[in-house]
């Protein structure tokens, strides 16, 4: 999935440096679109705001964290493991992806696989933060 | 503590490379980098091991990947070395065996040997004999007007 999406994003991307907002089309993409999560870093660079978090990906978080900023998710979830390095997509301005496990708030283990692309409204510069998590509940040792 | 590691997948545009994506994680970075060398849209692929030494704080860096374009570019260059050289040690043995090139050489030789001092200041003898000529002619001829 992770892989799927890097390659909607590159075709989103065309000749400009970071695709737009406007060019994602959730029903194109419904499978992947469920599993992904939009941060909003307009005036919130140190502390995004989560705006969109796609149903499936819901599914892992004990609550709704819809319009949250990315300190007040619920420890312990996946978005927190799956947005936690998106200062290294601002840094760098490409997209990265990331894997790992942990242990959920409700003590299952969780090994999960992430990906973070940077989005653009003028083509140039980083406006927001597209993401998407696919993961797998192990249980704990 | 652990080093850390990351993959860079780098493409070549423009007439530069250029890093396209970032992975934790070789095994992905690798498919990823294949997949798209295969898919012919890029002139170059590679993909850059990075190493982060908690120890020394130092980061090394490493090609792991390089895209069959680049790898085809590489080995027909190696054989186009390969082939002059072998040509050029060719050509020379043969010039160094074959009766009629030898005979050439030498001749080569030859005319090289003629091109001594003593012939240039034989030459540089004559053309002043020939204008010592020319002037005592003038002279006759301006003395019978």
Redesign the interface.
């Known amino acids: 999935m992770?892989?799927r999406l890097?390659s909607y994003w590159?075709e989103w991307c065309g000749d400009a440096a970071y695709p737009s907002f406007t060019q994602v089309d959730p029903t194109r993409m419904a499978e992947i679109w469920d599993y992904s999560f939009v941060l909003d870093i307009v005036g919130h660079e140190d502390n995004p705001i989560v705006r969109t978090v796609g149903s499936e990906f819901q599914n892992y978080l004990p609550q709704t964290v819809r319009d949250c900023a990315l300190t007040d998710v619920p420890a312990a979830s996946l978005i927190e493991h799956a947005a936690s390095y998106y200062h290294?997509i601002l840094d760098?301005g490409?997209?990265?992806?990331?894997?790992g496990e942990f242990i959920k708030y409700d003590g299952m283990k969780v090994l999960y696989?992430s990906i973070i692309l940077p989005m653009s409204d003028d083509g140039s510069s980083v406006s927001g933060l597209l993401g998407a998590a696919n993961c797998r509940e192990v249980p704990s040792d | 503590m652990s080093d850390m590691k990351a993959f860079e997948i780098h493409t070549y545009q423009s007439g530069k490379w250029k890093?396209?994506?970032?992975?934790?994680?070789r095994d992905?970075a690798m498919?990823?980098a294949q997949?798209m060398d295969s898919s012919g849209r890029y002139t170059g692929i590679r993909v850059v091991e990075e190493i982060y030494l908690e120890s020394t704080r130092e980061t090394k860096t490493r090609t792991i990947y390089r895209g069959s374009k680049i790898a085809e570019a590489n080995a027909a260059q190696l054989r186009k070395s390969k082939e002059n050289r072998i040509n050029k040690g060719q050509a020379l043995k043969k010039r160094k065996t074959d009766p009629v090139q030898r005979r050439k050489t030498a001749q080569k030789r030859k005319r090289k040997k003629k091109a001594s001092p003593v012939r240039l200041i034989m030459i540089m003898i004559m053309i002043t004999a020939m204008a010592a000529g020319a002037m005592y002619g003038l002279l006759v001829l301006q003395g019978g007007l």
């Open positions: 992770v892989l890097l590159r290294e760098r490409v997209p990265i992806s990331r894997g696989r | 890093i396209d994506s970032v992975f934790d994680d992905l498919f990823e997949r």
